[in-house]
T-cell receptor, first 114, second 113 residues
Framework: GAVVSQHPSRVICKSGTSVKIECRSL??????MFWYRQFPKQSLMLMAT?????????EQGVEKDKFLINHASLTLSTLTVTSAHPEDSSFYIC??????????FGPGTRLTVL | GIQVEQSPPDLILQEGANSTLRCNFS?????LQWFHQNPWGQLINLFY???GTKQNGRLSATTVATERYSLLYISSSQTTDSGVYFC???????????????FGQGTILTVHP
């Protein structure tokens, strides 16, 4: 199957700082990537859909000014959590669609905001 | 939006036992995937199965799209099968796709030696 990487795998930051998470499709081109959030012992919730060369589409209730998404190329999407606060602490996972529509997920990034 | 329900929420097995996990969904889908989330959080693709039956080793899956459910079968379970199993669907008619997956709440499987 296709491989998706994420970096960093774990980050601890102070409240008020910004954190950038990278998501790369390593062996295929992904015109669309997705960002999910998972709280402990809960399911995954879609945050936004990232399309190469255009603005991201955010799900209802997700603050687009807090969670900045950039899809600069067919293999790279980034999520920046701006002015992070403790309630933003979570497990963030990206995915990319292969062919035809099967999605492949990155290993996730565990964010802890102190 | 589409609703996805998984059952059972928890399942405890002895090694070697067989099990069936179920996923019900409330509307037409053009994508259905089963995942295993390992203890480190990585989602491992098990099946891409919007319809029909597939098998991969000890695992198999069946989706009956007209009746809006999918089943994941695990045979001769092993301790390494432990983890959370998720079903995820993309709402829509066949041939239309925007890629947005809606996840069920998962089944937590524990396999004891």
């Amino acid at each position: 199957g296709a491989v998706v990487s994420q970096h960093p795998s774990r980050v601890i930051c102070k409240s008020g700082t910004s954190v950038k998470i990278e998501c790369r499709s390593l062996d295929f081109q992904a015109t669309t990537m997705f960002w999910y959030r998972q709280f402990p012992k809960q399911s995954l919730m879609l945050m936004a859909t990232s399309n190469e060369g255009s603005k991201a589409t955010y799900e209802q209730g997700v603050e687009k000014d807090k969670f900045l998404i950039n899809h600069a190329s067919l293999t790279l999407s980034t999520l920046t959590v701006t002015s992070a606060h403790p309630e933003d602490s979570s497990f963030y996972i990206c995915s990319a669609s292969g062919d035809p529509n099967e999605q492949f997920f990155g290993p996730g990034t565990r964010l802890t905001v102190l | 939006g589409i609703q996805v329900e998984q059952s059972p929420p928890d399942l405890i097995l002895q090694e070697g036992a067989n099990s069936t996990l179920r996923c019900n969904f409330s509307d037409s889908v053009n994508n259905l995937q089963w995942f295993h989330q390992n203890p480190w959080g990585q989602l491992i693709n098990l099946f891409y199965i919007p319809s029909g039956t597939k098998q991969n080793g000890r695992l198999s899956a069946t989706t009956v799209a007209t009746e809006r459910y999918s089943l994941l079968y695990i045979s001769s379970s092993q301790t390494t099968d432990s983890g959370v199993y998720f079903c995820a669907v993309e709402e829509g008619a066949p041939g239309t796709s925007y890629g947005k997956l809606t996840f069920g709440q998962g089944t937590i499987l524990t396999v004891h030696p």
